[in-house]
């Protein structure tokens, strides 16, 4: 399965070749794959099971869907600084994905409001736990040289995931309706699979602790007054601020549009797909000509993206052009970010100062959804659009000045 | 562990994940095939509905009847006949029904309302978006009125969003929804881009009706004219309102706490009288008779007088969505 089993020939390989992925990061991302289609094809269908089988009224799914977004953020910066601290970031992220695997037995016999919250609790945790060991063992297994590339590959076969979930979800509905039992077992076995994968292959990286001393809370907390990744931080905090969600995006882009709203799920398969191919050449480019440029330059499309929302409504044949921008903004700055951070970040502090960093851009973005929410309420769709697309202007040429002060770092340690 | 053991442990594991896998797939899938209904004759359907006053409600027993519509007699109302008929939420007056139905596709969630005669067998099917929630007939079969809810989709979207459709049951189409009528609040007009409503009750005259209001998290009652798509919000606090066949009081949850509690308001006086009920229950509850309502809780349709006395008892086991067809 696996034809290339010496280093020492995937070492010759690599540079013939120019670029070789390390075998980790494929089995990581296909750890992945699997985890997103487990639980992507439960999110999908979530919804019509609660209402239809558990009879649960808008009210109460608005409070799992409330819970369900609220409690990843809290565990992520534990998860990376105990891989860090144990320097075992691959039985960190399995204890992670194995919580979210186990939770969904909980959907077998779930009956009630409280009991679905804790199993989107527990999921939700084990998600928050795996994110950053998982992020540090890819940057870990990869050479310098082809971190953004490599994260590129993780993403890809990550979203491929995401992609595919849905669509087993429906179809399986489409040939048993209402067995969402069968859909709840096919969910925990592809789980499984995602769970044998990282416990059978992926392997731990040795990482020499500096100067012998143990890795420390404090200095974990430390990594933020680096002024290098202190900067990447405060702009990552900055730009997720001026961030419209995609949710929001796509809501607006039906209102011009004028199309179906059935129709809008598909416009998220749509960006996992452009996202899916654009991730590893985008990956591969930001390696050769600058992770911090292409991080920036990834919010030009999303900038052009807002200001097309703004401009007079076209033919339906221009939503294809808005998945594309949206796919090539994140391929340009998912994984390119943590790919940056990689670069700067100490490998015994990798899975702290990662999740750190994932922070400061899931809570920028948690006030942007916030601030865009009310404007779109209070004023209209155009004005929030209009003040977000200021803002990410602003916040693009001061995270250029920024990170040209602060160019990528040439050696670390 | 060796590298090799690695490998055949883990093609042990995936062969046990795809066997379980497929094995639930046919199972449900053949399972299904052979649970569909055997057809039943139209006037088996028609015989069962003419002992009027009858109680049209879908059986959630876990048979080979599962989700099937059964009427029953109001005085015997276990003693129940099938119509072939499957839905998750139904209703039916004089001589229309609307049955609301799941479509499962790829492109996200629509229900579809079928509209049935007195054989229980589709006439028509009109679409709608979102999940099912509630539906009722006014009591000459003229209009229908269904619900489905839509959520959000972006990180804070913690509320919800509906849909209430009214439908024209003699024509099969869609007239408007509810969102696009004029409604009033003590005389001036009431906007927001937060309206959402649900549970409509029609008036025994087929003009008016009752729904819910909801908007900046507050819960109202609305009277509704349907042919001059005008309302006015009546009162605060009423979800899902029933109205009684005297017209004289609704019946209705409220919220309390992390619950609800069923209720009844006296239109003239405004008086609310606390039901006996004390679990919380959420369904928007159908009137036995002037004194008896019915409702279901998890998965029986139970029985609880109207006045705030009595005790609540099962009235069909495992039932949901009753409808009560008057003489």
Redesign the interface.
Known sequence: MYPITNPRDLLRLRRRRGFRVSRNVILLGLTSMFTDISSEMVAAILPLYLVYELGFSPLQFGVVDGLQQGSAALVRIGGGFIGDRTRRHKEVAFLGYGISAVSRFGLLVAQSVSALGAIVFVDRTGKGLRTAPRDALISLSSEREQLAASFGVHRALDTAGAMLGPLIGFSLLTIAPGEFDTIFVVSICAAIVGLGILGFFVENRAVRAPSDSPVSLAAAARLVSDRRFGLLVLVAGALGLVTISEGFLFIALQQKLDFEERLLPLLFVGMAFSYMLLAIPVGRLADRVGRGRVFVAGYVPLLLAYLLLLGPAGPLAEVPLYLLLLGLYYAATDGVLMALASATLPRAYRGSGLALLATSTSVGRIFASLLFGMIWTWASVETAIGFFSVGLLVAVLLAATALRLAPEARTVE | ?S?RS??I??AG??AA??A??AG??A???F??EENKPPPVAPATVREALAQKPVVVYQNVKRDDHY?EIAIAPVDAPTSKTYTGLVC?RVHFAFDRGVCLI?R???????VNARIFGTDFRPMESVRL?G???RTRVSAGGRYGAATT????????????S?HTALIDLRRGKVLTDLEKFEVTRDGKPFKA??FNFWGVTFTRDERRFYATLSTGGKIYLVEGDVQARRAKVIAEGVECPALSPDETRVAYKSRVGDGWRLHVLDLATGRRTALTETRSV?DQVEWLDNDRILY?Y?SDIWVVPADGGGEPEIFVADA?SPAVVRA
């Open positions: 562990m590298s690695r490998k442990a883990f594991l995936v994940a795809t379980v896998a639930f797939i199972w449900a899938a399972g299904s989700a998750e799941p499962q596709n790829v492109l996200g969630q629509a978006e999940l099912q929630s809810f839509v959520t959000g989709h972006s990180y804070l979207d913690s509320g919800f509906t881009i937060d959420d279901g998890i949901l």
